[in-house]
């Protein structure tokens, strides 16, 4: 019973957790139904404080937000989009190049603000803790960060849609970041008249989403077992 | 005020929105205080359905989630983890090993259980949408699938550390993970009897927090302006 009481103190209650989930569960990746309407300063601040609190590797910190609200410079980041998205489609199956010609896949210029979550590769010279065996640590930090923005985005009703249909380099020169920075996530954000309630791929039936018990393994890859948590897994995705 | 009211009913209501933004301030990366007592099926179900609901680019979902209980072979991957450490000491800066060395930076034997989660490269094989620039995105979604994991047990009352000083070649051929698939993160996963405060790398000195209003930019890299932004931020950072 002591160790009930314990665990239970940690947990949130039901309806803080329930708001968690909910979170998790109703993000989406936004490409349409943005809205132009400004983001207030003080949601814009708490969206990057949630940023600046991801887990960082060696607690690197390695991120940078740029704010990108300029019409012109956002008309030139959709050029080197439409741009990257016609050097993708001949790798795309031929039998699926009508689907992804008909995909929404940015909302650059009618987000309310563009956001270019960067990682600074130098910040933790000297004393790699963390990335001496995996440099690439401080990437997935960054990543993480832009994940914990995501969430709070949205329940604060801001949609955000993550543009990765872009050339590293063509848009490094566009921002004027330098080789030691790379721009991990390019982020339309934007108040949206709906949140869908599935992803538009699944919707317009790229891809459905696949079994969880499926994706379970047992103590090594493919490993049989752990059926009780993946009956548990199938019914919770439910 | 439509505007207004639109923006409104998209948004959580108040109490639902601290909560997201107290998992994301009160998550820690935790590698001390885990509890031996086993985490509910139902309770891993939950989370793993939470890190299922991560973002995923062109809804490729390429992540799949090997649990690792048995207590040999989680010997196996601690003995990787003191080899790799010891390796990475020597990078460190003269100054800093002794901090270094006292450090703990691992609970893979006392926690519940380890959860390897790892990267499929393949499973978008044939139609690699938003992946021809950028071919990390894979790995970028199974970050994001971490982070939602983490987020969900911080409200589930669940500790997470992430290992990431271990050799992957290593650690793939302890596990049987083929060559196709990346492993993007080792967690330690269970109870604890506390949350820390504050990070344990900024507790114990090794780096402060970075003030967030120093780390935006505007329109381009080290870019000035956003002057009301980065008021709010400092304000919000508190």
């Known amino acids: 019973m002591d160790a009930v009481r314990n665990h239970t103190c940690h947990a949130f209650g039901d309806f803080e957790r329930e708001a968690i ?7 989406r990746d936004v490409r349409s139904h943005f809205q ?33 609200r300029d019409q ?7 050029d080197l989009f439409l741009t990257a998205r016609s050097q993708e489609l001949p790798h795309i199956a031929e039998e699926r190049q009508a689907l992804y010609r008909k995909l929404r896949l940015e909302g650059i210029c009618e987000s309310a603000l563009n956001l270019c979550i960067t990682c600074d590769r130098r910040r933790s010279e000297g004393s790699p803790l963390g990335r001496w065996h995996n440099p690439q640590m401080d990437i997935f930090s960054t990543v993480c960060a832009v994940q914990n923005f995501w ?30 920075v790379v721009p991990v996530a390019y982020l339309c954000v934007g108040h949206v008249s709906e949140f869908a309630a599935r992803p538009d791929l699944e919707r317009k039936g790229w891809a459905p989403r696949l079994p969880l018990s499926d994706l ?10 752990e059926d009780a948590l993946k009956a548990a897994a199938s019914a919770s995705q439910g």
């Open 21 to 27: 989930y909910r979170a998790i569960f109703t993000r």
């Open 36 to 68: 132009p309407d400004p983001i207030d300063d003080a949601v814009l601040a708490r969206l990057l404080t949630a940023a600046h609190h991801a887990p960082s590797v060696g607690f690197m910190q390695p991120w940078n937000f740029i704010v990108i």
């Open 72 to 78: 012109a410079r956002r008309e030139a980041v959709r």
């Open 151 to 180: 969430l709070a985005a949205r329940a604060e009703g801001i949609g955000v849609g993550w543009v990765s249909i872009l050339d590293a380099d063509a848009l490094k020169q566009l921002l004027g970041i330098p080789d030691h």
């Open 216 to 225: 379970i393994m047992s103590e090594t890859y493919a490993g049989v077992g």
